[in-house]
Nanobody, 119 residues
């Protein structure tokens, strides 16, 4: 079983930046990719960014130019830096992980962390 522990969410002003991190823990598991999705009320969950242990990276369209993802495979930890945030970026951000080398990891999900963007 895999558990994902997210940290770093919280209120941010428009134009501000925020860093999220997530670590995968458990016993007898093997993770090959980690990433982040987000969901706003009334909308489908969408990919924010993902990265595999081999270095392949994928960014969703909504935040493509305003986000940086880093993945430390040795620590099973993924980092997300969100820049120039807008009110419409307000969402629950979910950490994800997968056993396969996929740039759309969906095998395991964290509980989500709230990121409200508001003045």
């Amino acid at each position: 079983q895999v558990q994902l522990m997210e940290s770093g969410g919280g209120l941010v002003q428009p134009g501000g930046s925020l860093s999220l991190s997530c670590t995968a823990t458990g016993s007898d598991f093997s993770i090959a990719a980690m990433g982040w999705y987000r969901q706003t009320p009334g909308k489908r969950r969408e990919l924010v960014a993902a990265k595999t242990s081999s270095g392949a990276t994928n960014y969703g369209d909504s935040l493509r130019d305003r986000v940086i993802i880093e993945y430390d495979h040795a620590k099973y930890t993924v980092y997300l830096r969100l820049n120039n945030l807008r009110v419409e970026d307000t969402a629950v951000y979910y950490c994800t992980a997968d056993r396969t080398q996929t740039v759309g990891p969906i095998g395991y999900w964290g509980e989500g962390t709230q990121v409200p963007v508001s003045a």
